[in-house]
């Protein structure tokens, strides 16, 4: 298994804001696309048939202040569900982490690592807010997503020619 970087990864991914600023080397910044509240009566059964998702309720986002190009939200302690502008397609060989961002936790709100596969229509995630209080702002990066992959495939092509040559030569024990 090997990281993917920054670059790569964001080729994976649809909807961002800025690449400049949510690409790193080997991560790349998630943006808050909508945040909802949930209605606390979903159902989970054994076999999938009763199953009902909680239903979801746009939270309000509001300006702060008249020249304010974005709104913000203003969440109470409680859970709600996250949905990122960004989606995420993977090739086969390949799995995602998604994290929340450090800010984020240091505003008391958070949400579990998750492990992505597949091609997702929508990135999204269930937020906590354990403080009394915390504000989010349209587009702000609250999480990051790292992409990783294992064996060969159609992804583990990429890097130079010559760096592979060199390392299958190494392993032929050619020089």
Known sequence: MEPVSGVDGAARLRGMISPKYQ???????????QIYALDPAGQVDFGGTEYAASARVPVASL?????DKYEWWDLSRGTYMLEFNESLALELNEFAILEPDDRLMRCGA??????????????ETLLVVGTMNVHIKQNARVSRVRVFRFGAGPAATTGSGSAKKKAAKKRSGKR
Do not use: M, P
């Open 23 to 33: 690409v790193h080397g080997y991560s790349i910044d998630l943006t808050a696309k």
């Open 63 to 67: 300006r702060r202040n008249r020249e």
């Open 110 to 123: 958070f949400h579990g690592t998750s492990f992505l596969r597949g091609q997702g229509e929508r990135l």
